[in-house]
C-alpha cells in the first residue's frame, strides 16, 4: 500500500517537479498570485489539515487521487518530517503544457524547505488557474 501511495503521489507531480528545470527565474508579478496559493496551501498542510488540501487542488488533482488517498500518503510522508523550521521559494517556471495533464496556465514552484525532522528539504509545488481565476494545488512532491 504504502509503495502504491508512493508512486500515485509521484505520477502527481513527477512531470511538474521536472519541468521546474535550472531556466526557472525568480518570481515574475504574474506569477505572484499563484505563489501567495501555494503558501496557503502550504500553510494548511503544516498545520495537519490534510483533507483542507485536498479540497483545495485543482479539478484535475482531485481526479487523479481520492481525499483518501491524499490523507493517507500525506500522513506517511509529510507528517513524519514535523514541524516547518521555514521555508523559502527558490524558483519559479509559467507553463502552458504538462505532460499527461489538460493544457492551462501553470505555475511550478520550489521552496526550500526545512522540517524539525529534516533540515534540508525541496517543496515542488505545481499550481493550476481554474476557469473561475482562482489559483489551486495540481501537484506536490518533497525531496
Known sequence: MKRLLAALLCALVLLPALACAEDAAPVTADQQPAVDAAKTWLAGIDAGAYGKS??????YFRGAVSQKDWETALTAFRKPLGALGSRRITKAKSLTSL???????????EFATS???KKEAFETVCFSREA????RAAGYFIR
Open 54 to 59: 485536498w479540497d483545495g487542488g485543482s479539478a
Open 132 to 135: 473561475d481565476g482562482s489559483w
Open 115 to 117: 522540517f524539525a525532522n
Open 99 to 109: 505532460a499527461g495533464a489538460p493544457d492551462g496556465t501553470y505555475v511550478v514552484m
